[in-house]
């Protein structure tokens, strides 16, 4: 199972927090290959886009390191049993 907590989701003219769960995780590809688990690419990250159906997700995402001044975007697909959000 993943679990991602986003702050600041653009609902219409509102932001909004959200929870998604993705249960039975089968396979995570980011930008084309097949990796074991979603780990943080660095200490932020900002979801760029993000699409999802009962059971696929896909977003992408820029990762930032503010240490080291430098950002790095990923395309990720997870396929998965299912997919839930919570807006909060």
Known sequence: MIILELEGVHLGDELRNASI??????????????????????EAGEVLTLKHTQDTFHLIVEWTDFKKHQSQTHSYKIECD??????H
């Open 21 to 42: 769960r993705l249960t039975g995780v089968k396979t995570i590809i980011r930008d084309g290959m097949a990796i074991d688990d979603m780990a943080w690419e660095c």
């Open 82 to 87: 299912s997919v839930d959000v919570e807006i």
